[in-house]
Antibody, heavy 121, light 107 residues
Framework: QVQLVQSGAEVKKPGASVKVSCKAS????????ITWVRQAPGQGLEWMGW????????NYVQKFQGRVTMTTDTSTSTAYMELRSLRSDDTAVYYC??????????????WGQGTLVTVSS | DIQMTQSPSSLSASVGDRVTITCRAS??????LNWYQQKPGKAPKLLIY???SLKSGVPSRFSGSGSGTDFSLTISSLQPEDVATYYC?????????FGQGTKLEIK
């Protein structure tokens, strides 16, 4: 069965960087993309961007351009999201999800369990 | 960027009620609209894709409709396990923006 397992919770100081991993299993990793969505405490879902595991093409939300890097390691079927220059308002649960693209229809069809990133001095 | 606006922001209904949540896009998105369910403390789950297609394994009491700018998610007979926040998401342009969510509670 399809599973996405994310790395554990992180506590970081303002200005630091965090790198969250998302290990996929149960499907052909390079046949799909991986997207990252975050959720601040008590808030809604915020899409951050996505990466094609096939060719490593990325598409980042403009708000995060220059601060975020999404990568994949096809040898271990793992995706990574690095966010730099952390601020307190980056405190959130970060989710990875599989991106399914079929006949122009985009779905985020399987999700990881989420990783809490806390930014605090 | 395409903005997605859901209404209402919260909703309280009784078990067995028919419940409808609406989602409006700031421009036409054809049928490129997904609905997700998020239960407290859990990751979101895809319910409906392409506006009206039910994801495999999702109970048939959930349905979606609409095209262009106006969409709706309907639960035909509300069950206790449907307590959750529901989000619409456009997949028309690569912004993939979400609505602000609708919190559904049992009365």
């Amino acid at each position: 069965q399809v599973q996405l397992v994310q790395s554990g919770a992180e506590v970081k100081k303002p200005g630091a960087s965090v790198k969250v991993s998302c290990k996929a299993s149960g499907y052909s990793f390079i046949s799909y993309g991986i997207t990252w969505v975050r959720q601040a405490p008590g808030q809604g879902l915020e899409w951050m961007g996505w990466i094609s595991a096939y060719n490593n093409n990325t598409n980042y939300v403009q708000k995060f351009q220059g601060r975020v890097t999404m990568t994949t390691d096809t040898s271990t079927s793992t995706a990574y999201m690095e966010l730099r220059s952390l601020r307190s308002d980056d405190t959130a649960v970060y989710y990875c999800a599989r991106v399914s693209l079929l006949m122009g229809i985009v779905e985020f069809d399987y999700w990881g369990q989420g990783t809490l990133v806390t930014v605090s001095s | 960027d395409i903005q997605m606006t859901q209404s209402p922001s919260s909703l309280s209904a009784s078990v067995g009620d028919r419940v409808t949540i609406t989602c409006r896009a700031s421009q036409s998105i054809s049928s490129y609209l997904n609905w997700y369910q998020q239960k407290p403390g859990k990751a979101p789950k895809l319910l409906i894709y392409a506006a009206s297609s039910l994801k495999s394994g999702v109970p048939s009491r959930f349905s979606g409709s609409g095209s262009g700018t106006d969409f709706s998610l309907t639960i035909s007979s509300l069950q206790p396990e449907d307590v959750a926040t529901y989000y619409c998401q456009q997949s028309y342009s690569s912004g993939f923006t979400f609505g602000q969510g609708t919190k559904l509670e049992i009365k």
